[in-house]
């Protein structure tokens, strides 16, 4: 049986947060019957953020969306002008993905300011809770358009992009109410904004395997995510002999095996991932005449990362020249890795410890809204333990007990935030790429 949960001001924080996420789980929240698939500026996409914009509203805040399709929730601090403390995740799906990756850290942020409204608790800065559109990238070839838009990042040829039906970033985002022209107003000023908190299941099965609910997360892993096509020439599948074939499936099986070999060599949490592939034109009678796929390359420093793209991309060429075929390796997006900031860290610690329990320490091997943040300001992440570690499936799980830990963790961490007189060392500007 689940342990019992948390009840601040009338409101079941654990419970509620997690029931808010089953909530969103099906349509009209998700774009597909009988599963969760909420892509980036799809009907889906703005039907939730309709619910968030209504809780938020009920938890105190005012809300409103920004050009690139950021909903912002306010609750404002002792002064109208005081920075703000951004509380954030993302409300975009993998396809076919969980209910908890990305708007737990939403609800749990609602959560913390719905307490303090109620017992009318005003702080020296001011909280906003975001609802980032785009952490996962699941519709664009490129990832987190709203966090790099509020943190100046955002450049033309991300809007430029196109997703599988040939409609850009800047189209959708025009269709959906936002403004592509504009999307430079939804950047913040650094003055503006005090630090970054996410609160996201761990995505991994390190704290339920050392029976913790909580962790701290002391970076996040660099990646890149780039797209190869290989070349050949479409043919017949019943008359072109073997011998005297240009088939790019089987060399894009090749360089996949050896995107694997690479990566199981490495260190440094080196990982990589064909996650998409994809035969042109695609039919069970026909030699194709291109196959795509996608590689998502990650590394705890971005010089393994990039060595290992390196290698790979040799490998990649030197398999097609062996089958006179053409490869071409196009970058879609880059991500430094991103350490959290070490007082906001140590804040999370003594919040944990508040709550009896140990501060442990973890790097994030997924990618978060919290790395393109710290272009802007200093960034803690709090880690919730999932079941089994799985995620970016229908089968992730969070228990309501470990939701309200959560919750009281971050609102331990703001009251200490507030309490503290040193502001948290400021990383510099420019860290994606
Ligand atoms: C998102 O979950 C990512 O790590 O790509
Ligand atoms: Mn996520
Ligand atoms: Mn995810």
Known sequence: MEAKTDVIGGVDIGARAKARCDLLGLPPYSEVEGQLTRRFLTPAHDAALTALAGWMREAGMSARRDAAASLIGRYEGETADAPALIIGSHIDSVRNGGRYDGPLGIMLGIDVVEALHRAGRRLPFAIEVVAFGDEEGSRFPASMSCSRAIAGTLGAAALAMTDADGISVAEALAAFGGDPAGVASAARKPEDVLAFLEAHIEQGPVLEAEGLPLGVVTAIAAQKRLIVRIIGTAGHAGT????????????????????????????????????????????????????????????????????AVDAISAEIHAIAAARGLTAQIRLAQALAE?????????????????????????????GHDAMVMADLCPTAMLFIRCEGGISHNPAEAVTEADCALAARAMLGFVEKLAANPLRPSRPLRGASG
């Not at 050896?258 to 080196?270: K, N, P, S």
């Open 240 to 307: 072109t002999p073997m011998a005297l074939r240009k088939d790019p499936g089987p060399a894009a099986a090749e360089c996949i095996l050896a995107l694997e070999r690479i990566c199981r060599a490495g260190t440094d949490g080196l990982v990589g991932t064909a996650g998409r592939i994809t035969a042109l034109p695609g039919a069970f009678n026909v030699i194709p005449g291109a196959v795509e796929f996608s590689m998502d390359i990650r590394a705890e420093t971005s010089a393994t990362r990039d060595a």
């Open 338 to 366: 991103s350490p959290c900031d070490p007082s906001l860290m140590a804040l999370l610690d003594e919040s944990l410890a508040d709550l009896g329990l140990p501060a442990r320490r973890l790097p994030s091997g997924a």
